[in-house]
């Protein structure tokens, strides 16, 4: 079988990333096709008592088991399924249950920091980065948590001043220099949606005739 194919998507939190990802599913819904997320990846702290989980910095590479993220990737495109960790963030750590994902065709990765670790990189056929405006991620930001997530507008605006952007600065951003493709504005921006799509479309059709 030939290998599949490996999209990988990231931008800074509220960047529109997962409407990006989503796009890209839902535009090749008809193919095999499988989203694969670095959220469900970070590391279990069961070791840990709850009140030193509480300190987990969630935007730092250090944050995510990326051995695992990387063995379950490898695992998919050699076509054998996973069964994908989940993550309790009431706990702060790695959840008992698993989500079982069968390989597919195309494997769309996503999350934050997917291109700082070069050996996720070296995994990914089309490297896709989301660039957004800090302004507007912190308004999304905000309208999400506090419209989702039942938080309260200073505690919003605390982490994200805190911890949020300067992480993002320090290690989200700087990774835009390793994509193939960099989408302003995120999921508004349907003309770079559309040129991604279709060179995308077009990786896929060589692949096929390969």
Known sequence: MKRPIVIGVTGGSGSGKTTVSRTIFEKFSDLSILLLEQDYYYKDQSHLPFEERLKTNYDHPFAFDNDRFISDLESLIA?????????DYAKHTRSDQTIHREPKEVIIVEGILIL????????????VYVDTDDDIRIIRR?????EERGRTLDSVIQQYLSVVKP????????TKKFADIIIPEGGKNQVAIDLMTTKIASILSESNKA
């Open 116 to 127: 700082e670790d070069e050996r996720l990189r070296e995994l990914m056929d089309i490297k």
């Open 167 to 174: 992480m993002h600065h320090q290690f989200v951003e700087p």
């Open 142 to 146: 905000i309208k999400r948590d506090i």
């Open 79 to 87: 076509y054998k399924s996973i069964d994908q960790p989940v993550y």
